[in-house]
Structure formats: C-alpha cells, structure tokens
C-alpha cells in the first residue's frame, strides 16, 4: 500500500508565543517529514507559483484575500497522477479556521475515491478547526 504525505508550509516570517521569527523551514514541513520517516510515504510539498510574501503581515494580507474571494492559487508541479496511493497525509497550517486555498487547488485536481486521508494541522492553538468538513466537502462531493 502505497503512502503519499502531501503538505503546504510557510517558512520565512511567522508568528510565535507573541513575536516574529524568521524560519527556514515551516512548522507544517516538519511535521510532513516526521510522517514520512515514519511511514515510509513519499513526499509532496504543495507549493504556489506564485508565493506569498515573506513579510508575515503582507502574507497574512494576501492569504486572507484569497480566502475571501475564494481564490485557487495555481501550484508547481502538481504530481500527474496520484492513483499509485492508498493512504494521503495531508498536512497544512489553520489560516483563519480552514486551509490554505492552494491546498484546494490540489484537494479539487484528483479523484480521491477509494483513498485513505488523514489530515495534520500545525496552528497556534485553534486545532484542525473546519478542516476535516472543508476536505470532505472537496474529495466526498
């Protein structure tokens, strides 16, 4: 049984128990890798083709204009065919109670029948929120 860890992450500037720091590698990515020792998935990073800015206020802007007008920003190198994969870690950090809207743009590029998902959420303390309805919605129509 084939694994796939997919996941969107933010490095750069981001916000940590009351101030900014910058990262090289995000909280979400972290995690993805950790899953991926530990079960032998493959790996996906989800990423834009046109990034957000690294200045965590103008990211937090943009991110947030995306959301509201419900934009699916286009992603690099979406793999050509997930249909190898049984089970999907799907990782993301919790913009505003859902996920990332690149993270939609991948979700809405693949039939997911059949397939096991299991979403991760890095978050300052706000949990998986609406996410496992915002993906169910998506992948189970």
Known sequence: ????????????????????KYIQIGNTEKAAKMIADMTGAD????????????????????AKEDKQTGKRPEILNLPQDIDQYDEIYLGYPNYWGTM???????????????????PFCTHEGSGLSNTESDIKGIVWK
């Open 1 to 20: 049984m084939a694994k796939l860890v997919a996941f969107y992450s933010r490095a750069d500037e981001n916000y940590f128990g009351g101030s900014m």
């Open 43 to 62: 790996l996906f990073k989800i990423e834009q083709k046109i990034p957000y800015a690294a200045d965590y206020n103008t990211c937090i802007a943009q």
């Open 100 to 118: 990332p809207m690149a993270v939609y743009t991948f979700l809405e590029s693949y039939d997911f029948t059949g397939k096991k998902i299991h």
